[in-house]
């Protein structure tokens, strides 16, 4: 399996620090508001990574971070007469209901900055104390001139980097070199803050991933992952701090996804193309919003449009219908074996899954993967038209559910009728039925229309009428 490293700019062989296991940290949102469609990308992306990894029979452990005390938290908390923690808690769980939404699988634990204070105090200690760090009136700045490889992951110049440098405060004379970042900020009037050995304040943005990572995967980990826009500064400042800190490699392989576009533009508040996940949910289900970011490469940039969701709606539809063929085929088709034409397409059947295994082997191309599926998808509509056994088709199924598994799509959930509606409905199949037997087609016309009217759609097959909801 080869993935894209970006401290390499290049496809590399993917080999964990422990063997059978691999320790991952993904960047998560800032919780002071609703996530929107592009904090939805590396959610999807990084969670399908995972699914994958596990598939191949990895235990992973999966960071995902809250960063709960930041400028936007405070000022929404303020604008809002509430305070911070007030805040990020409602935002967490909404960020979470979003998540179940595009069935998005919890992390192995979701650190929270507020409760990591003690590490990263002890952290910026340890900088200062090995000169990669100074104070000057409560503010801790990191001194980048101390760390010879600062740059080494976004490869940006001198010009770049200063331009880039004043990460979430403002540049100010007390900087030794222009590049340095903060580590500690002192306290201002109305803001939230934790006692250091500096005074009363709180932690700069990049410290706090660096030792929520430390704490939860140790000092050098496999995976680090996030959007394309944290590559500089955040990613950068990370590694110039914990390489400093803790005197060895901080991530061995960095993953990042590229950006969506909305109509082929930059998402912006301003422009009013700016998107929440719970926005675009109003008008194409969670599903479709998961499958639309899977029908492209994770690091190339996707276009967001009305059109190219509508088009992944029908490409969801396609292959959750094949998935209710096949469940109602085998629940209704005589127990058969496989015959010997079938045991020679076995072959074939394989293919599927092996080409699939290769998109994902190579740098997780889910993009590919789906292709995969379809073709699977086609086989097992032609399949089953011509009559499968049973055993026959419960090995596409086992495929066709595994691999959709791995991308968390196209699940098909048992029908919530009640027995009432149930023996209802199917009286009703049962008197079309007959009406049809009797050439009554008038009669059966009206039994599917009166079906149509409860929300039932109805298919007729070899193995009998098929019904579901929608």
């Not at 399996?1 to 964990?16: A, D, G, H, I, S």
């Not at 191949?56 to 405070?74: H, L, P, S, W």
């Not at 194409?284 to 996707?302: A, D, K, Q, T, W």
């Not at 009703?428 to 929300?455: H, N, V």
Request: charged share 30%; hydrophobic share 35%.
């Amino acid at each position: 399996m080869k993935l894209y490293n970006t401290m390499t700019r290049q496809k590399e062989e993917f080999v964990p620090m422990e063997e059978g296991k691999v320790k991952m940290y993904v960047c998560g949102p800032t919780v002071y508001d609703y996530i929107h469609i592009g904090n939805a990308r590396p959610y999807v992306v990084f969670d399908t990574v995972r699914r994958y990894l596990e598939y191949k029979g990895y235990e992973v452990t999966y960071v995902q971070n809250f960063t709960d005390v930041d400028d936007k938290i405070i000022n929404r908390a303020n604008k809002e007469g509430k305070t911070m923690a007030e805040i990020s808690n409602k935002y967490i769980e909404e960020a979470f209901r979003d998540a179940d939404g595009l069935n998005v699988k919890r992390a192995t634990v979701h650190p929270r900055v507020t409760e990591e204070m003690d590490g990263i105090i002890a952290m910026v200690q340890t900088l200062i104390d090995k000169g990669f760090a100074y104070e000057d009136h409560g503010t801790v700045y990191y001194d980048t001139k101390k760390f010879p490889e600062y740059g080494k992951l976004s490869r940006k110049n001198l010009d770049e980097l200063i331009a880039g440098a004043s990460e979430r405060v403002a540049i100010d004379d007390a900087k030794k070199n222009p590049t340095d970042f903060v580590l500690w900020k002192p306290k201002k009037e109305g803001e939230p803050s934790w006692t250091s050995p500096w005074g009363e304040g709180r932690p700069g943005w990049h410290i706090e991933c660096s030792v929520m990572s430390k704490h939860y995967l140790g000092d050098t980990f496999d995976i680090h992952a996030g959007g394309e826009d944290l590559i500089f500064p955040h990613h950068e400042n990370e590694i110039a701090q914990s390489e400093a800190a803790n005197g060895c490699t901080f991530a061995r392989y960095w993953l990042h996804n590229g950006f969506i576009t909305v109509d082929n533009e930059k998402m912006s508040k301003s422009l009013g193309n700016f998107f929440t996940v719970r926005d675009i949910a109003k008008h194409f289900p969670y599903e479709v919003i998961r499958f639309f970011i899977l029908n492209g490469h994770y690091r190339s940039p996707i276009n967001f449009s009305d059109e190219l969701m509508k088009a992944c709606q029908n490409g969801l539809e396609r292959i959750k219908n094949a998935r209710k063929e096949l469940n109602f085929y085998i629940k209704n088709v005589a127990d058969t074996k496989m015959t010997a034409e079938e045991a020679a397409k076995e072959a074939e059947l394989n293919g599927y899954k092996e080409q699939f295994e290769a998109a994902m082997d190579d740098d997780f191309n889910t993009a590919d993967a789906v292709s995969a599926i379809y073709e699977l998808v086609r086989f097992s509509n032609t399949e089953i038209k011509a009559g499968a056994s049973k055993e026959f088709a419960e090995k596409i199924q086992d495929m066709l559910d595994h691999l959709c598994g791995v991308l968390g799509v196209a699940e098909v959930a048992e029908e919530e009728v009640s027995d009432e509606d149930v023996a209802k409905i199917e009286a009703l199949i049962a008197e079309r039925t007959e009406a049809k037997k009797a050439k009554d087609f008038a009669k059966a016309d009206a039994i599917r229309d009166e079906l149509a009217a409860m929300g039932i759609t109805i298919k007729d097959t070899r193995q009998g009428v098929q019904w579901f909801r929608g």
